[in-house]
């Protein structure tokens, strides 16, 4: 459905992965990790130096070009929800990863799911999100309307999770089912809302990183950044070629 995780061989010639961070939203925090770890992504991804056998013998490697989003992303309601379709519509985005910073957490990791509603804390813009009031008073044109109260990525998290994992022995690195339903959360399913309702592949994950925004620990976060391209890439490269190998049968029979 207009994504190379769906697979056409004219789109084979570069995978496009969509990155975005965000800016401050505390006082105590004015650097924002998501953002300086966003923002030092190479535009290509590096070669892989010990390649997957299951990856290198049947699928061709590929470009993978990182398109980061030029600025880091308001920590504001408003202002996620009206650039949340610009960063989607009109152009090839194969897959798109969304990062932010937990405060509460020393560890890495990968969200499944993004959340409708429980947005109960203010934005940098001392703002509600007020979408109780909004879709009683907007009914079938509320932007949600439709929308379960929960959305799952269409990226195989676990599969990702275990070429991930693999990929930065030593370093701890986890799938996690609570996106905090505050920013982090709101991104995240308003990306896969918005390819839910176009009836797209919903190619989008959230990364958590830690809080610390040192030089040591934004070095490492791109570099755990980098080895979670490659496994979502890795991952649905051979989710393709496994869907074709299973049409060819099926067409043979």
């Known amino acids: 459905m207009g994504s ?3 697979g056409s061989a004219s789109q084979e010639e570069e995978i496009t992965v969509l990155v975005t961070g965000f800016g401050p939203f505390r006082a105590q925090n004015p650097i924002n990790p998501s953002w300086e ?12 130096e010990f390649p997957p056998l299951e990856v290198s013998a049947i699928a061709k490697a ?10 880091p992303v308001k920590v504001a309601y408003k202002s996620v929800r009206e650039l949340v379709p610009a960063l989607w519509d009109g152009r090839k985005i194969d897959y798109a990863i969304h990062i932010g910073m937990a405060s509460g957490r020393k560890f890495y990791s990968v969200e499944r799911r993004g959340h409708r509603d ?14 109780e009031e909004r879709r009683k008073r907007e009914g079938d044109g ?7 109260e929960e959305l799952l990525s269409s990226i195989d998290v676990d599969d990702v999770w275990k070429r991930w994992r693999a990929a930065l022995p030593g370093t701890d690195v986890r799938v996690s089912e609570d996106a905090g339903r505050y ?11 918005h390819l839910a309702r176009k009836g797209e592949d919903r ?3 959230f990364l958590h990183v830690p809080v610390a925004a040192d030089e040591l620990a934004i070095e490492n976060g791109i570099e755990i950044t980098l080895e979670l391209i490659r496994a979502i890439v890795q991952s649905g490269r051979m989710k393709q070629v496994l869907a074709r190998r299973r049409s060819s049968l099926e067409d043979g029979e």
């Open 37 to 48: 770890i966003a923002k030092g992504l190479p535009p290509f991804l590096p070669p892989s």
């Open 183 to 193: 920013l982090c959360d709101f991104i995240y399913f308003s990306s896969l809302a």
């Open 203 to 205: 190619r989008v994950v």
């Open 142 to 148: 509320w932007v949600w309307n439709g929308m379960p």
């Open 62 to 71: 590929v470009p993978v070009r990182i398109l980061v989003h030029p600025a």
């Open 4 to 6: 190379l995780a769906e």
């Open 118 to 131: 429980g947005y109960t804390i203010k934005d940098v813009d001392h703002e509600l999100l007020g979408d």
